[in-house]
């Protein structure tokens, strides 16, 4: 993208707001939220993990984010890690014209804001007779994230006649030197005199404290290069893809790119957690929002993901505690991410230099996987019991997600190991995650109304209830307050979908079921019907208790229910893209209790939502497009009647372009490699530079 159109390109045609008059408008006539009169909460966000920025719609940096160590904490049954933040709040940028200084954060001139290739925020702040644009980013340059948020200014002279312009210094404080101690501020460009119609460039760095060096770098450097090699960073992330709803194509790009800005690196490069999701920026760590979060990392970020890891690696299991008993039982799920991400990892990439470079990661997996497989005694289903899911239970004597997840940790260690050719331990989880298979298959289904499905747990004496009794004691108790629509008689109905219970959502993902599986179709559709006590009709999506009228994961649950009835998957499509903010975010709890479809609200007790994202990015990408790999060969198996293009994907190993009619797929491999491609029949090796055609399978 060349700096002109920065400056010039068209208004993003969803995801903008438009501020005149005290009057907020948008071009977007989906989003529910064009309908709120009120910008509060409404943030648009920059991150290269190293850096968070939340800018408001004046164009005001909100909070400036940069991240630092972890410390262990005794808080909530999904937190036990805390991020250490280093935040300044409230920087804005004043312009001087012809002697006259304007304040860009005031609300005495018309503003536009959207976002530029679905990723950085653009401000255009229009007055009488000159513009001013703002491109806020924090540079990626060939990988290499640096700790500061930068903002590009363009002025442009819309007169004709001269103008003489400067960009003011920012104030390193407000009213004592004291007040803003947290960011060191840089500035490129002084002053210029712009003819009619011509530009004036300046540039503003604002640098951790900590990467100090980093100014020196910033002045010596040229920052519209940096500005073009972020922007390149991103299209390469998402590849060229287009479809006939280019809705669809902005939604996807916008939740790859949130769940990205979900996570926090410090500055020497480690991981150091997440937050909610890209706002606001949270010292908790919520383990699973972060797991979640992390997903499309296997598939499209191969170093963050090695980092990611690591990070559960250490973090994953809650140490012993005095509120909080802790160890692998306190979540089984959360306990297993580090082992979960490394074999999806290994799935998609087919690395096998990162285990041997970080032995402990699977030395630490298959601990943990014997410490669970001990528990089991005689006479007992193979089956393992989990308290917490994240902050609410994993229901039942044992859930049925939480024993998905050890089954997935079983089956990826025993690739990883056949890979290492460490043939005895392969075999051994095999035969592991085989019979798990077989016990969740057989003793975690019920006869539903729509044909045999998954429950969410079974209990004790009776399968599809579970005494709530377990839970009446001192601290469990108050998570009870997310079950509200599921306790009958002292007992909890299993036969039921936890919105905040995504990993039975994810079994294709997994390839625990192929999404075609009648007992994944059956249970999606129970999810999402009124069958399902804790579905709501009117919102279209499913509660929580009595904390919010929807959790937004359930939203991608929904929308699973449908995937092979086109007409159906497109409508939950669209609910999506209405529920999106004017920026392309989701928000965690978009509604009240008792709300009507439609009324929104932002910043709703949780901020954005990086859960949502990542599972939507992942099922988009594996069920829906069809993309996935199976013991290093590439599988596309689209829906029914999705046709779309989608150029210079690096997807995993694969360098690839699709072309996806509805008779036949194209796969040109990009790659320096030859690549393998399942076309079902048969696996065909396509070589560097070569084009496969492969007939779409009739159903």
């Not at 760095?205 to 390149?232: G, R």
């Not at 690196?265 to 909610?276: A, H, I, K, L, P």
């Not at 449908?562 to 920026?583: G, S």
């Not at 594996?622 to 689209?638: E, H, N, T, W």
């Amino acid at each position: 993208m060349t700096i002109n159109e920065v400056i010039y390109s068209p208004k993003h045609p969803f995801f903008n707001a438009e501020l005149n008059d005290g009057n907020v408008t948008t071009s977007n006539e989906y989003s529910y939220y064009r309908n709120i009169p009120d910008v509060k909460g409404l943030t648009f966000d920059v991150s290269n993990q190293k850096t968070l920025a939340n800018l408001d719609v004046f164009g005001t940096i909100q909070t400036l984010t940069f991240y630092r160590e972890n410390l262990l904490t005794e808080e909530k049954p999904g937190v036990w890690v805390n991020k250490q933040l280093s935040q300044t709040n409230s920087l804005s940028l004043k312009v001087e014209v012809n002697g006259i200084v304007y304040h860009l954060s005031e609300s005495d001139h018309r503003i536009e804001v959207d976002v530029i290739q679905d990723c950085l925020p653009r401000y255009i702040h229009h007055y009488s007779t000159f513009k001013v644009i703002v491109v806020s980013f924090a540079p990626i340059l060939a990988n290499k994230r640096l700790s500061m948020l930068v903002q590009q200014v363009y002025i442009v002279n819309e007169t004709h006649e001269s103008l003489q312009v400067s960009v003011k210094d920012v104030p390193s404080y407000q009213e004592k030197y004291s007040d803003q101690q947290n960011v060191l501020i840089s500035q490129k460009g002084n002053k210029d005199t712009i003819a009619q119609q011509e530009v004036a460039s300046f540039a503003i760095a604002f640098v951790d404290p900590n990467a100090f060096e980093e100014v020196m770098t910033f002045q010596e450097s040229d920052i519209e290069k940096w500005l073009k090699e972020t922007l390149n960073y991103f299209a390469q992330l998402f590849g060229q893809l287009s479809m006939p709803n280019d809705r669809v194509v902005h939604l996807y790009r916008r939740a790859l790119y949130h769940s990205f800005s979900s996570f926090g690196m410090n500055r020497q490069g480690q991981v150091v957690g997440s937050n909610w999701g890209s706002y606001p920026a949270t010292n908790r760590i919520w383990n699973k929002d972060m797991y979640y979060a992390s997903l499309p990392f296997t598939m499209f970020e191969p170093e963050l993901c090695q980092k990611t890891v690591l990070w559960f690696d250490q973090y994953g299991v809650k140490f012993p505690g005095s509120k909080f008993t802790g160890g692998i039982n306190h979540s089984l799920s959360n306990s297993l991410s580090s082992a979960l991400l490394a074999s999806l990892y290994f799935e998609h990439t087919g690395d096998t230099k990162f285990f041997e470079r970080c032995p402990q990661v699977l030395l630490n997996a298959s601990r943990i996987i014997e410490d669970i497989l001990a528990q089991r005694r005689s006479g007992e289903p193979m089956l393992f019991p989990s308290v917490w899911l994240s902050d609410a239970f994993a229901l039942g004597k044992y859930h049925t997600g939480s024993n998905l997840c050890l089954w997935k940790a079983c089956i990826g260690l025993a690739e990883i190991f056949e890979a290492l050719e460490q043939l005895s331990l392969s075999k051994r989880y095999k035969n592991i995650a085989c019979k798990l298979k077989e016990s969740i298959c057989k003793q975690m289904t019920i006869d539903g109304p729509f044909g045999e499905q998954f429950l969410e747990g079974i209990g004790d004496e009776e399968k599809t209830t579970y005494s709530v009794k377990h839970y009446q004691k001192p601290i469990l108790e108050q998570g009870l307050i997310f079950l509200s629509d599921v306790i009958v008689d002292g007992k909890i109905n299993l036969l039921m979908h936890d919105g905040e219970e995504s990993d039975t959502t994810l079994m294709p993902f997994y390839q625990f079921l192929d999404n075609k599986d009648h007992l994944y179709q059956n249970t999606m559709a129970f999810s999402a019907s009124s069958f399902n006590p804790t579905y709501s009709e009117e919102i279209k999506g499913i509660t929580w208790g009595l904390e919010s009228g929807a959790t937004f994961p359930g939203f991608i649950t929904v929308l699973m229910s449908e995937l092979h009835n086109p007409q159906a998957f497109v409508t939950r499509l669209e609910e999506l893209i209405c529920l999106a903010d004017l920026d392309g975010s989701w928000w965690w709890w978009p509604y009240r209790l008792e709300a009507q479809q439609g009324e929104v609200v932002r910043d709703f007790g949780c901020g954005k939502c990086g859960w949502a994202s990542g599972l939507f990015v992942s099922l988009m990408i594996s069920q829906y497009f069809g993309l996935k790999f199976k013991k290093g060969v590439l599988q596309i198996d689209p829906v029914d009647n999705l046709t779309f293009s989608w150029k210079n994907l690096k997807f995993g190993q694969a360098f690839i372009s699709i072309e996806c009619t509805q008779s036949e797929l194209s796969i040109s491999n990009l790659s320096e490699k030859p690549l393998k491609i399942s076309d079902t029949k048969k696996i065909l090796h396509v070589e560097k530079g070569k084009t496969i055609h492969i007939q779409r399978r009739k159903r």
